[in-house]
């Protein structure tokens, strides 16, 4: 009987054990709702919608960070990440879209000096509707100064946005468990796109996991087309995207790009090699912004993605597809100002792609 | 209620025949000391003097206090709690890449020393000392130690945050007792308001259990749970506690 109070105690210690002391832990409901200060009037009865993908890298620009290996920054100061911000709302509105796909959006992160992107971007662009899915959360990831996180994706949109939910992805299998903790959790963020009374449109915002070799990626991916091909089957309309951190079949240079100067395994994707048909399945199935054969007669012209601020775009990773159709004689990729109007590569590790999704009757 | 009664009778059980609770206004006697292995150890100076410092961290930062038992009245007693942290050197381990980075490499350290007061008033019975504490926390700079510096890492926060604010304003309460068979129980509740710009603060809450088996051994176990609101946004965290003291009398 002496021992009880022991043997509670140790058990309170064991259940606390358990849990999650970082809060880590994303699940399907973890998802962030959003509207500007002052909400801008939705169009009415649309015929078409213009939309975009983009990788905006949590507003860091081209400043160097650590984990891209050319310098070896942590953390921005406030000025930096409202400046960053203010030349990507300009490049949005510039776009002049009406629903965006945005990856690598910070909610609450100390690197971004805790300043909440998505509400800023609503306040600052024409866009004044948001949603929002954690992808990397933590309180704290005790490694090279990061500390507090919250960075996700998001989707943007000048039309209300319901039933926004968050899609788990598969985990890479290649970290320790104490790794994994404290890493990104992907997954597909979905909502329904409210373009009139009667009439929606279901968005999924994707981005996949960016390094790792077991093969989480292609589970990753194929999740998301098993998504898109049950909203087909069911016969929802859709737009959906993102950063699917692999190239298009019939790309030229799958491998040794001249922006991989990590030497640190944890940080290469520089071998796609293994992965030539991964996105087969999404052309075959769905019409993209930007047309298979558009790409393969000119892989450079749709490149969206360098590491080095010094370089240019040097492969593609970013999409779009729809079960209903694109104008695709207006679908861009935006480069640099030649070529899709705008300076896009001060901006990001990404480059913006955009197109016109044709809503028919 | 029925717990609020059991655990009010368990801790009044019974407190004397210990050493002052650490929390409490007592101090040791001469020549009693008590090495702990997280809570800080103490040394009885004589002359109701207490010198105390958490030696595991004292390489890593450097850290001495003093308590003075100012005024006993029957059961009242009272006293004044000074300490210095030297904080450079522990800023400068967690700077670094990799994992256990709290703070990114090349992050300046603010050389400043961290100085706390308080004030401790005990009610001490045969069967309970139940301590309230108020104290102020500051750390005198040059500069601001800015973004970059701030260690968020939980628990840490309130207790670095006179690096980057004007001062830490901190309230605590506590009351700790004895459980037949050389068992003990104690609980607080410490509270920490951060004053300047950004503000925030952050309550604590903890219980301990405590076992001692010999005159010279006691084990304690426990938890915290802590709630916050601060720049970096509403916490909060929970943390089971261990730790061991070795009391001992050198006369």
Same mark, same amino acid.
């Given at each position: ?39 801008? !009037? ?205 190239? !298009? ?111 028919? !009757? | ?85 030297? !904080? ?164």
């Amino acid at each position: 009987m002496a021992h009880r109070p022991i043997v509670g105690v140790l058990s309170a210690c064991v259940w606390l054990a358990a849990c999650d002391p970082f809060h880590t832990e994303l699940g399907t409901d973890d998802v962030v709702r959003r509207e500007a200060t002052e909400v801008v !009037p939705a169009p009415s009865a649309p015929s078409a919608l213009r939309v975009a993908t983009w990788n905006i890298k949590f507003a860091g620009g081209r400043i160097d960070f650590f984990w891209d290996c050319f310098g070896d920054r942590v953390l921005m100061e406030r000025s930096e990440v409202e400046t960053n911000l203010a030349a990507l709302a300009a490049a949005i509105d510039q776009l002049d879209v009406d629903v965006l796909f945005v990856q690598e959006l910070d909610l609450n992160s100390k690197r971004t000096d805790h300043l909440d992107q998505l509400q800023w971007l609503l306040d600052h662009t024409d866009l004044s509707h948001g949603v929002y899915g954690s992808g990397w959360r933590a309180d704290y990831v005790p490694s090279d100064g990061l500390g507090a996180i919250d960075n996700g994706s998001a989707i943007l949109s000048r039309f209300p946005i319901e039933d926004p939910a968050r899609i788990p992805l598969a985990l890479r299998s290649d970290q320790s468990a104490i790794e994994r903790y404290f890493y990104l959790r992907r997954h597909i963020l979905t909502a329904n796109v409210r373009l009139g009374p009667d009439r929606t449109l279901a968005v999924a915002n994707l981005h996949t996991s960016a390094y790792g070799t077991d093969g989480t990626k292609l589970s990753q991916i194929e999740r998301f087309h098993e998504l898109l091909t049950e909203w087909d089957a069911a016969g929802i309309e859709f737009l959906a995207g993102g950063d699917l951190n692999t190239l !298009p079949p019939g790309t030229v240079q799958q491998r040794d790009f001249p922006d991989t100067v990590c030497e640190d395994e944890e940080f290469i994707a520089d071998d796609y090699t293994l992965e030539a048909d991964w996105a087969t399945p999404l052309y075959r199935d769905f019409a993209a912004a930007i047309p298979l054969a558009d790409y393969q007669a000119d892989n450079a012209a749709h490149f969206t993605h360098t590491v080095d601020g010094r370089g240019f775009w040097n492969r593609k990773l970013d999409y779009l597809f729809t079960n209903l159709s694109f104008d695709t004689t207006r679908s861009q990729t935006h480069l640099d100002m030649a070529r899709g109007g705008i300076e896009t590569m001060p901006l990001s590790d990404h480059a913006p792609v955009s197109a016109v999704l044709e809503l028919g !009757p | 209620m029925r717990w609020v009664s059991l655990l009010v009778l368990l801790v009044a059980a019974s407190a004397s025949g210990q050493p002052p609770p650490q929390e409490s206004a007592r101090v040791l006697g001469a020549k009693e000391h008590e090495i702990a292995l997280f809570q800080p150890s103490r040394f009885g100076l004589g002359h109701d003097l207490q010198l105390e410092s958490r030696l595991v961290l004292f390489g890593l930062m450097p850290n001495v206090a003093l308590r003075w038992r100012a005024l006993q009245r029957g059961e009242w007693h009272g006293a004044l709690r000074a300490q210095l942290t030297y !904080p450079g050197l522990l800023v400068r381990a967690v700077s670094r890449e990799g994992a256990g980075g709290l703070l990114p490499p090349d992050t300046e350290p603010i050389e400043t020393v961290m100085i706390d007061l308080r004030y401790l008033q005990s009610y001490v019975t045969e069967h309970v000392d139940a301590t309230l504490g108020v104290g102020v926390e500051v750390a005198p700079r040059g500069r601001d130690a800015g973004n970059q510096a701030i260690l968020d890492f939980p628990w840490l926060y309130p207790r670095f945050g006179a690096l980057h604010r004007s001062a830490v304003l901190r309230v605590e309460a506590s009351i700790v007792g004895r459980l037949p068979h050389g068992f003990g129980l104690g609980a607080d509740l410490t509270t920490f308001a951060l004053l300047g710009e950004g503000g925030g603060w952050s309550v604590e809450l903890g219980g301990v259990l405590r076992h001692q088996p010999t005159e010279h051994f006691i084990l304690e176990l426990g938890f915290r749970v802590a709630r916050s609101r601060l720049p970096v946004g509403d916490r909060w965290h929970w943390l089971p506690t261990l730790d061991l003291r070795f009391p001992f009398d050198r006369g």
